[in-house]
């Protein structure tokens, strides 16, 4: 039997998922799209997930895309298709959008650990992630161009609101890498941290997460998603929307109740 090219693991209320085709550099098969695109899909339902940890086999890559010899060529028309998972990924709307985040709503917080480069498809997934951890050896580009497509899971939309207008465009129109370094002076990462200690520090973020009350992170991820290029009167609505909605909980009374009694709150999401 070949390993899974799709990894799961619980560990309380976080759930890890690994790409795991280290020997392809973790590219993205119609396999493993399918599988992402299942598994994100049933963890956006799941209330028992708090919070998800995205990251790569090896140390080699974290995603380099999409399979050059087996995805793009399905997508383009090269290559007929050949298994269930080919032709799901051609018949099914929205599966190669779902795994980079784009056109259904994740609540749940996603945090990137980024083992290795992050090259085009695998690039456009992180750029649908809410928290990210690099090592220092990892590399970031969107290539596509220079392959003679162009990205087309949102990084079109994301990448020039999330970095600088010239560096984004410089990205995208050459096909260049940054460092890590340059990541993370962008804004594109969150923190660099050594290899070893990548996963334990993007556990410690989930955890703490986790611990807090899933009705007012899922409202925080929500509205600040929501608001982005909206007016800021717009964007004001959204909040007030949210303040409604979480102040009416059990957990908004049982968070102040705590702190006085000067105790840890057990949050039920109600």
Same mark, same amino acid.
């Given at each position: 039997?070949?390993?899974?090219?799709?990894?799961?693991?619980?560990?309380?209320?976080?759930?890890?998922?690994?790409?795991?085709?280290? %020997?392809?550099?973790? =590219?993205?098969?119609?396999?493993?799209?399918?599988?992402?695109?299942d598994?994100?899909?049933?963890?956006? %339902?799941?209330? %028992?997930?708090?919070?998800?940890?995205?990251?790569? =086999?090896?140390?080699?890559?974290?995603?380099?895309?999409? !399979?050059?010899?087996?995805?793009?060529?399905?997508?383009?028309?090269?290559?007929?298709?050949?298994?269930?998972?080919?032709?799901?990924?051609?018949?099914? !709307?929205?599966?190669?959008?779902?795994?980079a985040?784009?056109?259904?709503?994740?609540?749940?917080?996603?945090?990137?650990?980024?083992?290795? #480069?992050?090259?085009?498809?695998?690039?456009?997934?992180?750029?649908?992630?809410?928290?990210?951890?690099?090592v220092?050896?990892?590399?970031?580009?969107? #290539?596509?161009?220079?392959?003679?497509?162009?990205?087309? =899971?949102?990084? $079109?939309?994301?990448?020039?609101?999330?970095?600088?207008?010239?560096l984004?465009?410089?990205?995208?129109?050459?096909?260049?890498?940054?460092?890590?370094?340059?990541?993370?002076k962008?804004?594109?990462v969150?923190?660099?941290?050594?290899?070893?200690?990548?996963?334990?520090?993007?556990?410690?973020?989930?955890?703490?997460?986790?611990?807090?009350?899933?009705?007012?992170?899922? %409202?925080?991820?929500?509205?600040?998603?929501? =608001?982005?290029? $909206?007016?800021?009167?717009?964007?004001?609505?959204?909040?007030?929307?949210?303040?409604?909605?979480?102040?009416?909980?059990?957990?908004?009374?049982?968070?102040?109740?705590?702190?006085i009694?000067?105790?840890?709150?057990?949050?039920?999401?109600?």
């Open positions: 039997m070949t390993n899974p090219p799709l990894l799961t693991k619980r560990e309380g209320a976080v759930l890890v998922l690994t790409l795991n085709r280290p %020997e392809a550099r973790n =590219a993205l098969s119609p396999e493993l799209i399918c599988r992402l695109a598994t994100l899909a049933d963890a956006a %339902e799941d209330p %028992e997930i708090r919070c998800i940890i995205l990251t790569g =086999a090896g140390e080699h890559a974290f995603c380099s895309g999409g !399979d050059l010899a087996l995805s793009l060529p399905l997508l383009s028309g090269a290559r007929a298709p050949q298994t269930d998972w080919d032709h799901r990924l051609l018949n099914e !709307d929205g599966l190669d959008a779902r795994i985040f784009r056109g259904f709503e994740m609540n749940k917080p996603v945090i990137a650990a980024i083992n290795g #480069p992050c090259m085009a498809g695998g690039m456009e997934m992180l750029l649908g992630t809410d928290i990210r951890l690099t220092p050896h990892a590399r970031f580009a969107l #290539p596509e161009a220079a392959r003679g497509v162009i990205p087309f =899971a949102g990084a $079109l939309v994301r990448l020039p609101r999330q970095i600088p207008y010239a984004a465009m410089e990205m995208l129109l050459t096909g260049a890498a940054i460092d890590a370094e340059t990541a993370l962008a804004g594109l969150s923190r660099i941290v050594p290899a070893d200690d990548l996963m334990p520090a993007a556990m410690e973020i989930a955890q703490r997460i986790a611990e807090n009350a899933p009705i007012a992170v899922r %409202e925080i991820k929500r509205t600040v998603t929501a =608001a982005s290029g $909206l007016t800021l009167n717009d964007g004001f609505d959204l909040e007030d929307r949210a303040k409604d909605v979480v102040m009416a909980t059990d957990d908004a009374r049982e968070g102040p109740r705590a702190f009694e000067k105790r840890k709150a057990v949050y039920h999401g109600r």
